[in-house]
């Protein structure tokens, strides 16, 4: 079965300052990759998914993600953080690419300082 | 265009009670998705709607949980003789369609607490 681990149950970071958020993922063939924001008392929402076009993913509110095959991995990152992004981040694969079934990471809590 | 709408919002019940989450996908959208989150952990997979039918029901964690959609649209889900364990955050999600990277839209979620 597919898995995904992200590091770091929080990450904390100055307005400003680059925002990486770290995934990795274990898979025989290659997956679909996705992450989604969820703000308090909010449903969850897509920023950007991978779906084997090109690499580096750009999503919503100037967020993007690369994907590296050699490594795994399918961290997520912003230039440039502001305080409307302290949110809870979640990365997640496609675990059965017959039914879109999604597995989940644990979650990076995401907390911006003035 | 109205997303995912959840209902209750917040559920409390004692344990050894009955409890129905209902969750209205968006129009139009014919696969249908049940997740539990609990504290601290990501949404983990409960059960698949295709349509009327479940395609896939393989993560509901026991048979006190069932869901039904009769009609394709409206879901419930169905906890008999609920449980301490069973607390947490059900989040139900629809897409157009099933199969590859096709969005889920996700409701907002019903947080059952079990007393």
């Known amino acids: 079965a597919q898995s995904v681990t992200q590091l770091g149950s929080h990450v904390s970071v100055s307005e400003g300052a680059l925002v990486l958020l770290r995934c990795n993922y274990s898979?025989?063939?290659?997956?679909?990759l996705f992450w989604y924001v969820q703000y308090p008392n909010q449903g969850l929402q897509l920023l950007l998914k991978?779906?084997?076009?090109?690499?580096l993913v750009k999503g919503i509110n100037g967020f993007e993600a690369e994907f590296k095959k050699s490594e795994t991995s399918f961290h997520l990152t912003k230039p440039s953080a502001h305080m409307s992004d302290a949110a809870e981040y979640f990365c997640?694969?496609?675990?059965?690419?017959?039914?879109?079934?999604?597995?989940f990471g644990k979650g990076t809590m995401l907390l911006v300082s003035p | 265009g109205a997303g995912v709408s959840q209902t209750p919002s917040n559920k409390v019940t004692e344990k050894g009670k009955y409890v129905e989450l209902r969750c209205d996908p968006i129009?139009?959208?014919?696969?249908l998705y049940w997740y539990r989150q609990s504290l601290g952990q990501g949404p983990e997979f409960l059960i698949y709607?295709?349509?009327?039918?479940?395609?896939?029901d393989s993560g509901l964690p026991n048979d006190r949980f069932f869901a039904v959609r009769p009609e394709g649209s409206v879901s419930t889900l169905k906890i008999q003789r609920t449980e301490r364990g069973d607390s947490a955050v059900y989040l139900c999600?629809?897409?157009?369609?099933?199969?590859?990277?096709?969005?889920?839209?996700f409701g907002p979620g019903t947080r059952l607490t079990v007393l």
């Open positions: 709607f295709q349509g009327t039918g479940a395609a896939d």
């Open positions: 129009s139009g959208h014919t696969a």
């Open positions: 999600a629809s897409s157009a369609t099933s199969g590859g990277p096709n969005e889920q839209f």
């Open positions: 991978y779906t084997s076009a090109a690499t």
């Open positions: 898979s025989s063939v290659p997956p679909y």
């Open positions: 997640a694969v496609i675990e059965n690419s017959g039914y879109s079934t999604l597995t």
